[in-house]
Nanobody, 126 residues
Framework: VQLQASGGGLVQAGGSLSLSCAASGRTFSSYAMGWFRQAPGKEREFVAAIRRSGDTTYYADSVEGRFAISRDNAKNTVYLQMNSLKPEDTAVYYC????????????????????WGQGTLVTVSS
């Protein structure tokens, strides 16, 4: 699976951005999808995840209520709608695909994901 993230850019605090991640291959629906981010000088951290069917989503506490993850299995694409952005949301955002993820806590772990996109930079100015 190859993943291509897009949609990053510069936005003022309080604004919105929508990220997309397009996947190659015909087995997209077999993978749980996640978004992670890495700010300068920090470790990569979990942002949001969605199960294969799209019926269940998970969020980091820091983005709960502001971000929304969704997927369109017919288009092999996962989305991250980001609202009420804050300067601390500034980071490179990565999408990831995982085939054998079970248990709600597992969706938050980097090591559970098999494939990663190249990242897209989101910069939020104050």
């Amino acid at each position: 699976v190859q993943l291509q993230a897009s949609g990053g850019g510069l936005v003022q605090a309080g604004g919105s951005l929508s990220l997309s991640c397009a996947a190659s291959g015909r087995t997209f629906s077999s993978y749980a999808m996640g978004w992670f981010r890495q700010a300068p000088g920090k470790e990569r951290e979990f942002v949001a995840a969605i199960r294969r069917s799209g019926d269940t989503t998970y969020y980091a506490d820091s983005v709960e209520g502001r971000f929304a993850i969704s997927r369109d299995n017919a288009k092999n694409t996962v989305y991250l709608q980001m609202n009420s952005l804050k300067p601390e949301d500034t980071a490179v955002y990565y999408c990831a695909a995982g085939a054998g993820i079970y248990g709600s806590s597992s969706y938050r772990r980097l090591g559970q994901y098999d494939y990663w996109g190249q990242g897209t930079l989101v910069t939020v100015s104050s």
